[in-house]
Structures are given as C-alpha cells and as structure tokens.
C-alpha cells in the first residue's frame, strides 16, 4: 500500500506563487509517473501536469508557463512550484502516482487527500 501527503496550499492573492509538495511512502521500489491533479467546485478533475521518472513533463495549457512539476526520486517526492496564480486555479490539488513498483509487484494508481489552494482576485 502507498500513502500520499500533500503540503503547501493555501491561500495567495492573485499574481502570488504557492509551492505543493508530496510524499510518497510505503514498500516503494519505483514510481514511473507522478502527478497533480485539480478539483475545483463544480467542475470536473482535471490533470494537471505529470512527470515521468525519466522527467518528462506534460502539464494542461492553462498552466503551461506558470507551473512546473518537479521531482525527487530518492525521497519519493513529487513538487509543483505554482507561479502567476489566477482565481481560476482554486481548487484542491491532489498527488497521485502510478506504475509503482514495491519489488515484487506494481501497486494500483493512488490519489492523496488533497490540499486546498485558494487564490483571492
């Protein structure tokens, strides 16, 4: 089993940067792709920006160039450094990972709790 624990919401005036971290924990061996996801009321969960363990990225157009995802694969962390925040990217964000491998299997995909991230016009 693998646990996930979000950090680093909050809430920030528009233009600000928030920085969110995860923690990935358990029998972990690998994770191939960590993420983020987003939640926002009313609408429906949208990925945000993904990274591989080779480090590639792919994020949503509406952060490109304001977001960046990163990674620390011996802490099994993953990090979205949130720059230029706009009222729309309130929402809670939420960690997952998948393909990850214990050693002996690959565990199913896994979302955390979520942290709030709130951004004031």
């Known amino acids: 089993q693998v646990q996930l624990v979000e950090s680093g919401g909050g809430l920030v005036q528009a233009g600000g940067s928030l920085r969110l971290s995860c923690a990935a924990s358990?029998?972990?061996?690998?994770?191939?792709?960590m993420g983020w996801y987003r939640h926002a009321p009313g609408k429906q969960r949208e990925l945000v920006a993904v990274?591989?363990?080779?480090?590639?990225?792919n994020y949503t157009d509406s952060v490109k160039g304001r977001f960046t995802i990163s990674r620390d694969n011996p802490k099994n962390m993953v990090y979205l450094q949130m720059n230029s925040l706009k009222p729309e990217d309130t929402a809670v964000y939420s960690c997952?990972?998948?393909?990850?491998?214990?050693?002996?299997?690959?565990?199913?995909?896994?979302w955390g709790q979520g942290t709030q991230v709130t951004v004031s016009s």
């Open positions: 990274i591989t363990d080779g480090s590639n990225t």
């Open positions: 358990g029998v972990i061996f690998s994770i191939n792709t």
């Open positions: 997952y990972v998948r393909d990850v491998w214990s050693g002996s299997a690959y565990y199913p995909d896994y």
